[in-house]
Structure formats: C-alpha cells, structure tokens
Nanobody, 129 residues
Framework: QLQLVESGGGLVQPGGSLRLSCAASGFNLDYDNIGWFRQAPGKEHEGVSCITFSDGSTYYADSVKGRFTISRDNTKSTVYLQMNSLKPEDTAVYYC??????????????????????WGQGTQVTVSS
C-alpha cells in the first residue's frame, strides 16, 4: 500500500545541481528507512544515500560524500536528495526505496539493496556536457 514517487531528474552539465524528491503515500512507520539508489546502464543498483525517517540517521556512499545531502520533510512525507557538483559518472536512473528498520539496519539497506521489495519507478539523471 506504500507508494513512492520520484521526481526532479533531468539533464544537467557537469558541476551542476539537481534536487530529487521521493514522495511517499500510505506511509507506515514500519517502513522507517528510506533510501536513494541508482542504476547505470549495465550495472546493478547502487546505494547512494539512506535515511531513517523517524530520527534522521543518515548514510552516504563514499562516492557522493560532500556532494549529496539527504533530508526529509515529516509534514509532506517526502525525502529529498540534493545533488551538487554532479559528475558524468552520476548519470543513472535514480530510485527511492523503503525498508523495515526493525529488520535491517540503515547501512545494510543502503549497501545491500537486493532484499528491498518496495521501490519507486525511478527518475533519470543525466550529467553531460
């Protein structure tokens, strides 16, 4: 019953910025961990950044630390990913996903996305000159 809808993707030049949004409807606190993942052509899903909605705990992949910031808006049930200093290697379809925090730690969700069952449909991010 939980639905996740991503938005905010697009085409941007290297060094530019984008802000992605993940809007959750039918939100249940059981799905307390929300993560951003990306999939480049020919590659598996890669964890980008994840957040525990209830307490704000965060995790970032080494490749995006210092450039991306994850945040959430409790009123809007929305998680954001602010992406700055974008690089061509950031090009991918970006997905948000939800997982049960009581079953899997936040870091595990982000680095091992295989078991996740609840996903959005994705938004394309293309970084190119």
């Amino acid at each position: 019953q939980l639905q996740l809808v991503e938005s905010g993707g697009g085409l941007v030049q290297p060094g530019g910025s984008l802000r992605l949004s993940c809007a959750a409807s039918g939100f249940n606190l059981d799905y307390d961990n929300i993560g951003w993942f990306r999939q480049a052509p020919g590659k598996e899903h890669e964890g980008v950044s994840c957040i525990t909605f209830s307490d704000g705990s965060t995790y970032y992949a080494d490749s995006v630390k210092g450039r991306f910031t994850i945040s959430r808006d409790n009123t809007k049930s929305t998680v954001y990913l602010q992406m700055n200093s974008l690089k061509p290697e950031d090009t991918a379809v970006y997905y948000c996903a939800a997982d049960f925090s009581l079953l899997r730690p936040l870091r595990s969700m982000c680095v091992e996305p295989g078991p996740i069952e609840t996903w959005g449909q994705g938004t394309q991010v293309t970084v190119s000159s």
